[in-house]
């Protein structure tokens, strides 16, 4: 299915909207959030490899030290997606719009931040994947209430709460071996 046709209304070339949307990923008509979710997957490589860069610059142990500084990364991320899916969702006038799908994007690094860069391969990605869509998709306590929160908060937090959950997932997976 084509992309969703420039609405006159929505000024879809607004910044906030350019990046929230993940670039018009979002308006892909048929699971925008899974598409989202894919995205987050090479922004969690980059966040990894970042991470073991910064490490190594400052001079640390990288991969001791990876984890702390991607998650710092990720937080800022976080904390910069927020205003920027208020701003979108006002100007969708939708409380959590389908089209923004900035919120799994960040989340899905967040899903492996505790898995060393190094192990990040295909089977890992994939049940990072799967792990959080089930999560986001299921929404279960206190993934729907942060949803609740007001505006971009709101956005953005659910799909961190679920990351918490599938990287739960993910490191027992990855510890018992299965993984």
Do not use: H, Y
């Not at 922004?43 to 001079?59: D, E, H, K, N, Q």
């Not at 990876?66 to 937080?75: G, K, N, P, R, T």
């Not at 923004?100 to 994947?129: K, S, Y």
């Not at 007001?150 to 937090?157: D, N, T």
Request: hydrophobic fraction near 60%; glycine fraction near 8%.
């Amino acid at each position: 299915m084509p992309l969703q046709p420039p609405s006159s209304r929505v000024p879809w070339l607004d910044l906030s909207l350019l990046v929230a949307t993940c670039g018009w990923v979002g308006r892909i008509p048929v699971a925008p959030g899974t598409f989202g979710s894919l995205v987050g997957l090479p922004l969690s490589l980059a966040t990894g490899a970042a991470a073991v860069g910064l490490g190594r610059r400052f001079g640390q142990d990288a991969l001791q030290t990876a984890a702390l500084i991607e998650f710092v990364l990720i937080a800022l991320l976080f904390l910069a997606g927020i205003p920027l899916c208020t701003r979108a969702a006002r100007l969708l006038a939708s409380k959590d719009p389908g089209a923004v799908v900035l919120d799994e994007v960040v989340a899905v690094p967040t899903v492996l931040a505790l898995v060393p860069l190094a192990a990040r391969g295909p089977v890992v990605l994939a049940a990072a994947f799967v792990l959080f869509r089930v999560f986001d998709i299921l929404k279960p306590p206190p993934v729907r209430q942060a949803e609740a929160l007001p505006e971009g908060l709101g956005i953005m937090a659910d799909d961190q709460v679920a990351a918490g959950f599938a990287a739960a997932c993910l490191v027992a997976a990855r510890w018992q071996g299965w993984l």
